[in-house]
């Protein structure tokens, strides 16, 4: 999970939304990728990834943001959200400016997407353990 703080700031400042294009982190958090993952050599998560690219890596998912995801599992899937409905909230939680746009390829990815809804935003408490596990500081 990225963080952004000096853009939420800014927009909270002046009363602007925040919109993420990216907040499953090209498919990293969903459960659809693991460590044993091989991506197809034409998508752009594959072999020939762009230097930007910092959730893959030689068309697998990079180790370090897998661990990242698996540390705060538990956090993200409580209450009975799946781990991208928990991303999502996250995103909530962080501020009410932020308006996150998943992907999707199929109906069922829509659902899923549309179901954080009736979770709604992490608790600061969560957000507070989330910063301890990955060692990073609140906004």
Known sequence: M?????VIRLCE????AALNRGPLAMG????K?????????DDVRGKKSPDWMKYFKDGKPNPEWLGKRE????????NGRTVSQGALAWLWARSPKTLPIPGFRTV???KENAGAMQFGPLTKG????IDALLE????
């Open 13 to 16: 400042k002046y009363n602007l």
């Open 126 to 129: 969560q957000m507070s353990e």
């Open 28 to 31: 990293l958090l969903t459960d």
């Open 2 to 6: 990225d963080d952004n703080a000096p």
């Open 33 to 41: 990728y693991t460590d044993k993952t091989k991506t197809a050599l």
């Open 136 to 139: 990073r500081t609140a906004v």
């Open 108 to 110: 069922e990815q829509v």
């Open 71 to 78: 540390a705060v599992r538990e956090i993200l899937t409580s």
